[in-house]
């Protein structure tokens, strides 16, 4: 319990995003997967690469790998995460809520 209680605000960080980029969020290791592709690739090729050939040939299979990678859900959130705007639970704090209606001044 002390652990959870300690480590509560990262393991809750989560939720300080847009609800749109949480399936990109709960990616275990995303480097990883782009660059597995190159290594598959550069241990079967070892020994007969030079140092520009080898950088040309991780650049051919990462920009062919891209081919394959799926976009960012919300891209139009970026600039508001950039811009420190806050989020909880995955909705901009002090956006106004679907269905409510500014009260005229009287």
């Known amino acids: 319990m002390d652990c959870l209680v300690k480590d509560r605000d990262a393991l809750l960080a989560f939720y300080d995003f847009p609800a749109e980029h949480w399936k990109h969020l709960r990616t275990t290791n995303p480097i990883e997967s782009t660059f597995a592709t190159v290594r598959h690739r550069t241990i079967r090729a070892k020994g007969c690469l030079s140092n520009q050939t080898a950088l040309i040939m991780v650049f051919k299979l990462v920009e062919g790998a891209q081919k394959g990678w799926r976009r960012l859900d ?27 209606q500014a009260q005229p001044a009287a």
Request: hydrophobic letters at 35%; charged letters at 15%; zero cysteines.
């Open 74 to 100: 919300g891209p139009n959130q970026l600039p508001k995460l950039i811009q420190g705007v806050k989020f909880a639970d995955g909705l901009e704090v002090g956006a106004s809520q679907p269905g409510s």
